[in-house]
């Protein structure tokens, strides 16, 4: 994987709120492929903390004083260029991967890294990214392929945990949670105490409806109470957090993500026990006013996890 020769670096300013310098670093095209660049955007957020994206699902990378850990390493192909970008901010070697949950545009990537680096993730999750079901919710074009067997194996969790997992020491370490299905039944949340920051994967993608995955034990139920010990347990423990796909956000707006999803789901079975179909709730539900900010929901979503919400209260 040769580096393209379009390097960019632009400051784009400090994150409101909570005074993260935010800077472009680099972009990276891959090799191979003209015309269509795979660009790695990195933005610093604290001194060795940094946020990059495209790809797929956001990924963090953490330097620290012996190595690299990376939470999450996005679509297939784009593993190389996430270690080129990592190249540019550190000479250090990556040591970890750390997996969110199983789907392709967060871990993919795992078999373009070296093969001894450490793969941590959720004991569930660890199951089910060998079997890599595609997600209830997103039609599928073709028939499923699983990049760990068209892999040999490399790139699946050798380490899992169930309820927490602490690795590293004083500065260094990194903590890992579980606190209840929703996106899947293996979602964690990474957390770096040392710099008030914990990434939150795709169980916090956004402010918007959730991709809710039944096919890999998510919960449209579930998801709220989850969200709910989330904040309980790390609300006061971290200053902002890195989500699946969206903006960094704050405590405050996981707290009301949480009371979203509750609202939603309560919504859902007040409608069902009025006796209105899926059919006819997908056709007249509205993200409430007060919720400002959140994205329109996908249709086939949005039907999606009122057919969930039905299946899970039957």
């Known amino acids: 994987m040769k580096r393209s020769g379009m390097t960019r670096i632009a400051v784009?300013?400090?994150?409101?709120?909570?005074?993260?310098?935010?800077?472009?670093?680099?972009?990276?095209?891959?090799?191979?492929?003209?015309?269509?660049?795979?660009?790695?955007?990195?933005?610093r957020l604290r001194s060795n903390l940094y946020l990059m994206r495209g790809g797929g699902g956001n990924s963090a990378v953490f330097v620290t004083t012996t190595g690299v850990v990376v939470v999450d390493t996005k679509n297939p192909g784009w593993g190389a260029p996430l270690l080129e970008a990592i190249k540019s901010i550190t000479d250090k070697p990556v040591t970890t991967i750390i997996n969110t949950h199983t789907h392709g545009d967060h871990v993919s990537g795992n078999v373009e890294f070296p093969a001894n680096v450490e793969v941590i993730a959720h004991a569930n999750t660890a199951e089910n990214m060998k079997a890599m079901r595609p997600p209830a919710t997103i039609p599928q074009t073709g028939p499923p392929t699983n990049?760990?067997?068209?892999?040999?194996?490399?790139?699946?969790?050798?380490?899992?945990?169930?309820?927490?997992?602490?690795?590293?020491?004083?500065?260094?370490?990194?903590?890992?949670?579980?606190?209840?299905?929703?996106?899947?039944?293996?979602?964690?949340?990474?957390?770096?105490?040392?710099?008030?920051?914990?990434?939150?994967?795709d169980i916090f993608s956004g402010k918007n409806i959730p991709l809710l995955d039944s096919n890999n034990g998510g919960s449209a139920v579930e998801i709220g109470a989850s969200l709910d010990k989330g904040f309980l347990a790390l609300g006061t423990q971290v200053d902002a957090f890195i989500t699946g796909h969206s903006d960094v956000m704050m405590p405050a707006d996981l707290k009301e993500y949480a009371q979203f999803n509750k609202d939603f789901a309560n919504d859902v079975i007040a409608a069902k026990k009025a006796g209105k179909t899926v059919d006819e709730i997908a056709a007249t539900w509205k993200i409430p006013a007060k919720y400002v900010g959140y994205a329109d929901p996908i249709p086939e979503r949005l039907r999606g996890n009122i057919e969930l919400v039905f299946n899970e209260t039957k």
Request: proline fraction near 3%.
């Open 12 to 43: 784009l300013g400090t994150l409101v709120g909570i005074g993260l310098l935010t800077m472009t670093v680099a972009a990276f095209q891959r090799s191979g492929a003209p015309g269509r660049g795979n660009i790695v955007d990195v933005q």
């Open 147 to 201: 990049i760990f067997n068209q892999n040999g194996g490399v790139g699946l969790p050798k380490r899992t945990f169930t309820d927490t997992l602490t690795i590293g020491t004083g500065a260094d370490r990194v903590v890992l949670r579980y606190f209840g299905r929703g996106h899947t039944n293996g979602d964690a949340w990474v957390v770096f105490p040392a710099l008030r920051f914990a990434h939150a994967g």
